[in-house]
């Protein structure tokens, strides 16, 4: 098999074995990518003067016998991790000029490991978007149909892994913006329990719902991953301090007896018919595997939306607001004095998106208006993780959709931020109440990939991830990659 068809796994076994280099695995990476990269617009920034650097620097651990659990495996980074001496651009001409002094955690955590890191992946600006289309670097196209988007705003990341630019990505969730992108485009993508893995060096968009995560092309990949990145970071205040147990000692067992809830509301008015076929049939294989359905109601997700869209631009507004034009990023020339400076360089250096986010988000904490919109929605958030509470009294696992469409057309949704935001409804709702929560591909409508969803309570990590791992044993859809790329 050629390397770039190969899993993060079956890439770890071949290095072990001696089949191929470090260094020859990076090469061959780095040419897809220059090959075939600017049909996709998936990178803000190439690294292959550092990779090939690395991959050497993983070839002589391994031939010393050290080196760590992803010794000379390549990744990319969605390009809103703070990388030392490479560019950060989160995706916004705010950023354009960035070179940060130091590497998050997520990244430090990786390279220790032995990771090689390719490059910087494109994204929504400041992670705002389902698109990928809010980008100051252009769009990012759907490697299964060039004219769709990939989702986001973690889109980047998808389709990198989903056009075998590399066997793994980083990303990050806030209302599902690692498994949107991950359904759209045939991946597989894990966001953990909020607190789980550091968000120290994560480019802020709103503190209580971003969670760093990963896409790959397998459960199996995302388990190896999710063991280097989780754990205590005392840097990060929302770190929980929790032991990380082997996520892929339990990946094999049985999920026989396993409870899978079904969301009455997921399979309601506003999902795509032949999606919620697929996804049915994806149920259908749990339950052959032993797995039991149990229907769950969870009577506030209707208001996820609403809700989301009150609690993150009220953070982001407070988050955004370091970016000045004074101590870095981009600056207005020639200002006449301190607020000429705040306001163009704001003006110049946010894009449409986000600057809708931070003045909804202004509004909304504004005096006489708090009360109505900000507090009421904090207490539905509540209502809506009271509800996911009591839902896995009787559950170990919530299976459903993980986006009500496949992937639509660049552009479709761009001019209607309404309907764009309606692309998470079903993701939404893990992010309020902090659950880890994965996609798995499950089927194609009109050759376009679409996923199942997995929610699990508080730190089951592992029992999500083993049984996406199960319902991949007895499918192949995770393994089918876009002609134009295999």
């Known amino acids: 098999m050629e390397l770039h068809l190969q899993t993060l796994t079956e890439l770890a076994a071949g290095l072990e074995r001696g089949d191929f280099t470090s260094v020859e695995l990076t090469e061959s990476l780095l040419q897809r990518i220059a090959a075939h990269n600017d049909k996709l617009n998936a990178f803000v920034t190439i690294t292959g003067d550092e990779a090939l650097a690395a991959a050497a620097r993983a070839d002589e651990a391994r031939a010393s016998g050290s080196g760590g659990a992803l ?4 990744i990319i980074h969605k390009d809103i991790f703070c990388t030392r001496g490479i560019k950060t651009t989160c995706g916004s001409k705010m950023l354009d000029n960035f070179i940060s002094p130091y590497d ?14 390719l490059g910087k992946s494109n994204m929504d600006e400041f992670a ?9 670097f252009g769009p990012v196209h759907n490697p299964w149909d060039l004219e769709c988007s990939p989702g986001g705003s973690s889109g980047g990341s998808s389709a990198s892994v989903a056009a075998r630019f590399a066997p793994a990505a980083t990303g990050t969730d806030t209302g599902g913006s690692i498994r949107q992108p991950a359904s759209l485009t045939g991946t597989v993508g894990l966001k953990p329990t909020y607190g789980r893995v550091s968000r120290y060096g994560m480019i802020a968009f709103a503190s209580s719902l971003d969670q760093a995560g990963v896409i790959t092309r397998s459960s199996e990949d995302a388990a190896c991953l999710l063991g280097v990145m989780a754990g205590f970071d005392e840097r990060d205040s929302t770190s929980i301090d929790q032991p990380v147990p082997d996520y892929l000692a339990s990946i094999g ?18 999902l795509d018919e032949q999606c919620g076929a697929r996804v049915k049939d994806a149920i259908a294989v749990l339950e052959s595997l032993g797995a039991t359905t149990v229907e769950v109601d969870l009577p506030n997700l209707d208001l996820s939306v609403p809700t989301y869209y009150v609690v993150a631009p009220a953070e982001c507004s407070s988050n955004l607001s370091r970016f000045d034009g004074v101590r870095f990023g981009h600056r207005a020339e020639n200002p006449e004095d301190l607020l000429d400076l705040y306001c163009r360089s704001r003006g110049e250096g946010f894009g449409d998106e986000v600057k809708r986010r931070i003045m909804t988000g202004a509004y909304v904490l504004s005096a006489g208006y708090y009360d109505a919109y900000y507090l009421k929605a904090q207490r539905v958030r509540q209502l809506i993780a009271d509800d996911f509470k009591h839902a896995f009294a009787n559950v170990d696992v919530i299976a459903g959709p993980t986006t009500p469409t496949p992937a639509f057309k660049l552009g479709d949704k ?3 931020p309404i309907t764009m935001y309606l692309n998470d409804i079903y993701t939404i709702g893990a992010n309020l109440a902090g659950l880890p929560a994965m996609s798995v591909p499950c089927g194609f409508v009109n050759d376009l990939p679409v996923g199942l969803h997995l929610v699990g309570a508080h730190f089951a990590e592992e029992t999500i991830l083993r049984c996406g791992h199960q319902y991949q044993q007895q499918t192949d859809w995770h393994t089918a990659c876009p002609e134009a790329f295999k």
């Not at 010794?71 to 390549?74: F, H, I, Y």
């Open 71 to 74: 010794n000379g495996l390549p």
């Open 104 to 117: 998050a955690t997520v990244v430090e955590e990786l390279a220790d490991a032995g990771a090689v890191v």
């Open 128 to 136: 705002m978007g389902s698109s990928n289309e809010t980008s100051f």
């Open 253 to 270: 067992d049985s999920i026989k007896g396993l409870r899978v809830g079904i969301v009455r509301q997921h399979f309601d008015k506003g």
């Open 414 to 416: 761009v001019d209607d």
